[in-house]
């Protein structure tokens, strides 16, 4: 599976950006797709995943009512809908696929293959 990340950039803080995960090789459609960030010096962590049929997502708790991730099969696309952007939200989002189990969902150890990340920057 090749995941291309895209559609980060630079944006102020209370803004909106929407980054995108297209999907190659493995039949999108019964992957989980998840969404991770990494900040400078810090570990990577979870944002939020939905599975296949779009039907569950989960969130952190950081990012809850702010974002929203969605995916659309037909294009072997997963979404992720950032408003309300605050400068803690700047860091380097990856996006994954994979078959996590209810456990680890919210794991990167869920997911086996990860795209190449697109870097978002909030200025205050």
């Known amino acids: 599976v090749q995941l291309q990340a895209s559609g980060g950039g630079l944006v102020q803080a209370r803004g909106s950006l929407r980054v995108s995960c297209a999907a190659s090789?493995?039949?999108?459609?019964?992957?989980?797709m998840g969404w991770f960030r990494q900040a400078p010096g810090k570990e990577r962590d979870f944002v939020a995943a939905?599975?296949?049929?779009?039907?569950?997502?989960s969130y952190a708790d950081s990012v809850k009512g702010r974002f929203t991730i969605s995916r659309d099969n037909a294009k072997n696309t997963v979404y992720l809908q950032m408003n309300s952007l605050k400068p803690e939200d700047t860091a380097v989002y990856y996006c994954?696929?994979?078959?996590?189990?209810?456990?680890?969902?919210?794991?990167?150890?869920?997911?086996?293959?990860w795209g190449q990340g697109t870097e978002v920057t909030v200025s205050s």
């Open positions: 939905i599975r296949s049929s779009g039907g569950t997502t």
């Open positions: 994954a696929a994979g078959s996590p189990t209810v456990s680890s969902l919210r794991s990167s150890a869920g997911y086996r293959y």
């Open positions: 090789g493995r039949p999108f459609s019964n992957s989980a």
